[in-house]
């Protein structure tokens, strides 16, 4: 065995820390605000405050921060962006829940809500990761859920930045072993990079990763200003914010309010901006509602896992959906593509980091 000989500058320089991470993601506005390096911390000194990560203590330069950041991977390996791609497809379905309180209650078709309570249910799962709200819809809350009550209160859409991977660190230390999460795209990826990793705890027993379809997140307290000044609206009062044909829409006491998406750019996230999963493309099961109806999903099963819970929740007679014969593929995801390969053309890059 040949033995590398190295001085301690040279250990060092070679070793990564938050230092690195803060230089090459969270400084230059690449950070999603996933949350998924403040779960992976050995020595729990990385905090989430106001979504931008900080350290509050010391560094062990173990460099799980940095193996596990969907960005800073991506500045390194610059994957080739496959513009007409929607990721890995095994099956695919369309339609909604079959439980009534669920439809109603849901963003589009329920499918997601149905899919977590009929694994929970029956103990197919123990915990579920997932993103609720405490003060309004703008303010998302992540949490595990142990619970269908809890499941039930984290459905409906919020569309701004949720570090919803914080809350790993609770898969981490509960007794769970048989978990499914919930994300937007950027989650699933560096969550996919967490149970990839296999080490200092970050197997997190994860078994199912639900993604939804994302065009991008909005910062909160920029949205909440905006719903404030152009709308005269308050985010407490409402009960649904939805995404469709270029607009918000804001469900209200006193009915539906609407603003163009465009208004609200200034709103953007800036970590979105170099986002260019569309499509949740590192999820078991992907789940949207663009080119159905209101009221319905469209749902890509990628994995076998994935195959496994949505086979699961049809056999126990809770979807009322149609699978897609292949031949057919190409027409019921034509408008999905069609977003997807915008937000991909029109990704800013991510510049390769400089050694
Ligand atoms: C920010 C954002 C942008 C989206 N953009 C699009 C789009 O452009 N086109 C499209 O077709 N679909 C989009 N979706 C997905 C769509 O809004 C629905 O989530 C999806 O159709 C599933 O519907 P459902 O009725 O099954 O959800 P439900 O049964 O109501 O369940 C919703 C689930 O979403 C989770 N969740 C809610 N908000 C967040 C969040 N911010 N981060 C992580 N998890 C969350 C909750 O934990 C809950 O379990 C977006 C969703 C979000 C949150
Ligand atoms: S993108 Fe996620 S993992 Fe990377 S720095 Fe931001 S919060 Fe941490
Ligand atoms: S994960 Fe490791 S490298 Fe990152 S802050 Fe924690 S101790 Fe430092
Ligand atoms: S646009 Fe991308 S980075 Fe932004 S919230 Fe959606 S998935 Fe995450």
């Not at 929740?313 to 977003?339: F, G, H, I, Q, S």
């Amino acid at each position: 065995m040949v033995k590398i000989e190295m001085s301690d500058t040279e250990v060092k320089k070679r070793r990564s820390n938050f230092a690195l991470l803060n230089r090459t993601v969270i400084k230059p506005g690449y950070c999603t605000s996933c949350g998924g390096c403040e779960a992976v911390c050995p020595v729990y000194v990385i905090s989430i405050e106001q979504l931008v990560p900080k350290l509050k203590g010391g560094c062990i330069s173990c460099g799980a921060c940095v193996d596990v950041c969907l960005r800073y991977k991506q500045r390194v390996e610059q994957p080739a962006i496959e513009e007409e791609s929607l990721g890995t497809i095994i099956e695919l379905y369309r339609g909604k829940s079959k439980l009534a309180d669920v439809k109603e209650n849901s963003q589009n078709g329920g499918i997601v809500t149905t899919l977590l309570l009929t694994a929970m249910k029956k103990q197919k799962i123990d915990g579920a990761l997932v993103t609720s709200h405490v003060t309004d819809l703008l303010g998302p809350t992540p949490m595990l859920a142990l619970n269908e009550l809890d499941i039930r209160k984290a459905s409906r859409s919020k569309y701004t930045l949720n570090p919803v991977l914080t809350k790993l660190t609770s898969i981490k230390l509960s007794l769970k072993e048989k978990v499914a999460c919930v994300g937007l795209p950027c989650h699933t990826e560096t969550l996919s990079n967490a149970i990839e990793m296999k080490n200092l705890g970050a197997d997190f027993r994860v078994k199912y990763k639900i993604g939804l379809f994302c065009m991008s997140s909005y910062n909160p307290s920029a949205f909440r200003s905006i719903i404030t000044q152009n709308l005269g609206l308050s985010a407490e009062s409402l009960n649904k914010t939805d995404c469709a044909r270029g607009k918000f829409f804001f469900v209200g006491p006193d009915g539906t309010t609407d603003i163009k998406i465009k208004e609200c750019a200034e709103a953007k996230a800036e970590g979105c901006k170099y986002c260019s999963d569309f499509s949740a493309e590192f999820a078991d099961i992907a789940v949207g509602n663009i080119g159905v109806a209101d009221d319905s999903n469209i749902i890509l099963i990628r994995t076998e896992a994935g195959k496994e819970l949505f086979d699961f929740a049809l056999n126990e007679n809770v979807l009322d959906v149609e699978k897609v014969p292949k031949e057919k593929w190409e027409e019921a995801l034509a408008a999905a593509k069609k977003l997807s390969t915008t937000k991909k053309k029109h990704v800013k890059p991510l510049p390769p980091i400089e050694s």
